[in-house]
C-alpha cells in the first residue's frame, strides 16, 4: 500500500488549491480513504474521508463548506479541492487509508502507512 500527494502550493488567502492522493497496492473502491493535515507545533488532524463505493464522505468543522473531497476510481486518485483558503490551512496534507470514515468520534483507526505529504501554505 503506497499514497503519493501533490498539489500543494504557496496560496493567498481565499485562493484554492486541488491535492491529488495517488494509492496503489489495493483497490480502493471500497475503502475509507481520508486527508488529513499537520501544522507545526500541532497534531495530525482528520480533515475529510471518502468511502466511494456507497458515497460516503466526512468533513471536519473547520473545513465543511470549503473543502470537497471526490475520488476517480479507474485512477486510484483521491482529490482534495480546498476553496476560500484561510492562514490556518497551512498545513502538510497527508492522504491514508482507514478502517471508517468517523473521524469526529475517534472510531477509526490508520491502515498502512502514511505518504510523503504535500505542503500547503497560505499567506495573508
Do not use: H
Request: proline share 2%; charged share 20%; glycine share 12%.
Amino acid at each position: 500500500v503506497q499514497f503519493v500527494e501533490s498539489g500543494g502550493d504557496l496560496v493567498q488567502v481565499g485562493g484554492s488549491l486541488r491535492l491529488s492522493c495517488v494509492a496503489s497496492g489495493f483497490a480502493f473502491d471500497d475503502e475509507a480513504i481520508g486527508w488529513f493535515r499537520q501544522a507545526p507545533g500541532k497534531e495530525r488532524e482528520g480533515v475529510s474521508c471518502i468511502v466511494s463505493s456507497d458515497g460516503t464522505t466526512f468533513y471536519s468543522d473547520s473545513v465543511k463548506g470549503r473543502f470537497t473531497i471526490s475520488s476517480d476510481d479507474a485512477k486510484n486518485t483521491v482529490y482534495l479541492q480546498m476553496n476560500s483558503l484561510k492562514p490556518e490551512d497551512t498545513a502538510t496534507y497527508y492522504c491514508a487509508r482507514t478502517s471508517s470514515c468517523l473521524y469526529d468520534s475517534g472510531d477509526y483507526f490508520r491502515v498502512g502507512s502514511w505518504g510523503q505529504g504535500t505542503r500547503v501554505t497560505v499567506s495573508s
